[in-house]
């Protein structure tokens, strides 16, 4: 719903928006139904595995849904927030990767760092035009 006044979206940034959290709910469904894709190298059969493998799926739809919300809104605020969790995420996958010794998570997380800034970057100069 759109207040007067209020600019609107580009419709790239609504559908990257979208791509984005289409992409975090399928996550969330793969770490729920078919953990060991997503964690190769841990014992799922480890007691509270199970328990931390599903709050991580909850929070990973929890991003997901609030993405599609602000994208359905086409909501500049909220999406700006998201925006700023998923750079703050990617930034501690960053440094998770550095601590595993993971390359694949370090250049994802570099990728989606500057993916989110990015966006972060032109939906703000949106704002402001």
């Known amino acids: 719903m759109m207040i007067a006044g209020q600019k609107t979206l580009p419709k790239w940034i609504l559908i990257i928006s979208?791509?984005?959290?289409l992409m975090e709910i399928m996550v969330s469904l793969s770490i729920w139904f078919s953990p060991k894709s997503v964690l190769e190298t841990v014992d799922l059969n480890a007691t509270g595995v199970?328990?931390?493998?599903r709050m991580?799926?909850?929070?990973?739809?929890?991003?997901?849904?609030?993405?599609?919300?602000a994208t359905f809104k086409k909501s500049l605020p909220m999406l700006t927030i998201v925006y700023i969790f998923f750079l703050v995420m990617f930034?501690?996958?960053?440094?998770?990767?550095?601590?595993?010794?993971?390359?694949?998570?370090?250049?994802?997380?570099?990728?989606?760092?500057?993916?989110?800034?990015?966006?972060?970057?032109?939906?703000?100069?949106?704002?402001?035009?």
């Open 91 to 129: 930034v501690g996958d960053f440094f998770i990767g550095i601590l595993q010794k993971e390359n694949a998570l370090i250049i994802a997380a570099v990728v989606m760092c500057i993916l989110s800034s990015a966006l972060l970057f032109a939906i703000n100069k949106e704002r402001v035009d």
């Open 18 to 21: 979208g791509v984005f959290a």
């Open 50 to 53: 199970d328990y931390l493998i």
């Open 56 to 69: 991580w799926a909850v929070r990973q739809f929890a991003l997901g849904f609030i993405f599609a919300f």
